[in-house]
């Protein structure tokens, strides 16, 4: 037993060695990351609307947007409605969520998530429309204190557990961005209590079968608590193991426990607490002596490329434990000076990827005349993350149309996520014949960002169409005064023509445009003194013929209608018989 332990010992002096003796030098992988990123952040202990909008007002002030929420997600709140709105609340305040998976609190410590849990945990998070396309999720929180896991210190549960979660999530979406849990650096090698986190972590990895390579190949980002410690009192200038630059002793180390990914990092819980809270505690800084802490520290660690996002444990907590901790008063909508400090360092524009997709509800016709004009109705819906506001550049566009058509959209104003709009689309055609893949789409900065949604156009020559009407009671059908009105499914006239010729009770209209093959129509066809005849008639490409029953000669008065009117106007013109019977 003696020679185990000295064994245990010999082994965690030596990382110790490497570590601090043999820096390597480590930089972390982008390819998930937006160039342009706004460092700021903080966490949250509710993601109550207040509080979000409080969080927003500071990461992303003095120039800066989209900056970073760190949230916790227990399993009893497992609630769609909740967390959706959640999430839709941070994509207008363009706050970037980080959600950390918790257990439920039962006997004085959260409960221990086990390997089975994780396609529940799965299918619920990928059923959320999320902010952005990176989903970053932290599984659970310190795990080296027992208090925090089941009230045991288990490095080899905790470690299956988290290879599960990872895969589970990895499986259903390769958008999520899966980190481990924090660790509380300072934690000492006191099991089942506490576990120092170099054991523990070598612990964890020597229990899974592929060891590192299997566990980190799930693995995205590092989830850090870089605390000042011990104490919470270290200057935001200190380096090393339990100071605020506490996450680059960890990547040296995970470099010595065989990790070959280089992990960009997410300081998810740092910062100084102050004497104010429900009692003073002169052990701690002043809130002036905190407030100049967390102006130098972020002006420090935002310059490090391999920090991503630094959110400071805790905007609002009115209790304790963490009243110390705590950004806001007491009581009160006010904040501790160190909230107006980080409001006023200058931060940078992020610009989040995020998923654009769009669908049309109903679709567009496929072939459509020559030199013609068209009004179509779109129901479009946001299927995408983002929220497209015309304010913002957001619009409607096609392309691949020849240089001779014009078109144009209606506004939309705004259409968040999941949002239907009805758009309008104003459309002529030009002279050119033929078929074009037409694109269409949401556009920002007149470039289609959403993905390609086709419109099979093909553009066909002017139609004719051939009518055959008789008027009663003459057995010689004809005239020139005949007029044909064509009228959509919304019962606008999109083709007229006047001066129709009828002989022998044939007529035929040439080049007639505005209407679209393969929808039926509604035709009228009207002729002075004559009750106006209509039909139905499915245009086609080739051959369009149109019966008309017999045109009964009732309209004396000429309103389209029959009624005693028409008797009362041929007592006052008698002469209106003859013209009715010339006609």
Not at 188 to 201: G, K, Q, R, T
Request: proline residues 5%; glycine residues 4%; hydrophobic residues 40%.
């Amino acid at each position: 037993m003696v020679k185990l332990i000295l064994m245990k010992y010999f082994f965690l002096t030596c990382l110790f060695i490497f570590v601090f003796l043999f820096p390597k030098e480590i930089r972390a992988d982008f390819s998930r990351i937006d160039k342009d990123n706004n460092k700021f952040g903080i966490h949250l202990a509710l993601p109550a609307q207040n509080d979000l909008e409080s969080a927003a007002k500071l990461v992303n002030s003095s120039g800066g947007d989209w900056g970073y929420v760190t949230l916790v997600m227990e399993e009893k709140e497992m609630n769609k409605n909740k967390w959706q709105d959640v999430f839709d609340q941070a994509r207008r305040l363009h706050l970037i969520p980080i959600i950390r998976l918790s257990g439920s609190f039962e006997n004085e410590c959260w409960r221990a998530c086990q390997p089975e849990e994780a396609q529940k945990w799965a299918d619920f998070l990928d059923s959320l429309n999320w902010v952005v396309k990176n989903r970053y999720v932290i599984l659970f929180n310190e795990p080296n204190h027992a208090t925090e896991w089941g009230n045991k210190v288990d490095p080899v549960g905790y470690g299956q557990t988290a290879l599960a979660f990872a895969k589970t999530l990895k499986q259903k979406s390769p958008d999520f961005f899966i980190m481990l849990a924090g660790f509380d650096s300072a934690a000492p090698s006191s099991p089942p209590i506490h576990e120092d986190e170099v054991s523990f972590l070598n612990q964890m990895i020597a229990s899974i079968p592929g060891g590192a390579d299997e566990l980190f190949s799930y693995i995205d980002g590092w989830a850090s608590h870089s605390y000042p410690n011990h104490g919470y009192i270290s200057p935001p200038t200190a380096n090393g193991r339990n100071s605020v630059k506490n996450y680059q002793w960890e990547l040296s180390l995970l470099k010595v426990l065989g990790v070959k990914k280089d992990l960009p990092v997410f300081i998810t819980e740092t910062g100084w607490p102050h004497q104010e809270g429900i009692s003073s505690n002169r052990s701690f800084y002043s809130s002036l002596q905190t407030a100049n802490y967390f102006k130098t520290y972020f002006n420090l660690i935002t310059k490090d490329p391999d920090v991503i996002a630094i959110t400071p444990f805790i905007l609002n907590y009115q209790g304790e434990p963490f009243d110390h901790f705590s950004w806001q008063k007491l009581n009160s909508e006010e904040f501790y000076p160190q909230y107006n400090e980080v409001q006023q360092i200058p931060k940078i524009k992020g610009q989040p990827t995020q998923e654009h997709k769009i669908s049309l509800l109903e679709k567009l016709p496929e072939k459509l005349i020559k030199n013609s004009t068209y009004q179509f109705t779109l129901k479009i819906r946001n299927e995408g993350q983002d929220i497209w506001e015309t304010s913002d550049g957001y619009k409607m566009k096609l392309e691949g149309l020849p240089d001779d058509f014009q078109y144009f959209f209606s506004d939309f104003s705004s259409i968040a996520p999941r949002e239907e709009k009805t758009v309008y689309l104003y459309f002529k055609t030009g002279d050119r014949l033929g078929k074009f893949d037409v694109k269409l789409g949401i556009s920002l900065d007149d470039k289609i960002i959403t993905q390609e949604t086709i419109w099979n156009l093909e553009i066909v020559p002017q139609v004719d169409l051939q009518l055959t009407t008789k008027l009663f009671p003459k057995r010689v059908n004809q005239g020139n005064d005949f007029r044909l009105l064509i009228y959509n499914s919304k019962q606008e006239i999109v083709f007229e023509k006047s001066n129709v010729k009828v002989a022998k009770s044939q007529g035929e209209i040439k080049e007639i445009n505005n209407l679209v093959i393969g929808e039926q129509y509604r035709l009228v066809l009207l002729k002075p003194y004559y009750l106006p005849r209509q039909t139905f008639l499915t245009i086609t490409q080739e051959e369009n013929e149109v019966f008309f029953k017999y045109m009964l000669p009732f309209d004396l008065n000429k309103d389209g209608t029959f009624s005693i009117n028409d008797f009362f106007q041929v007592l006052k013109k008698p002469s209106l018989f003859k013209l009715w019977w010339i006609h």
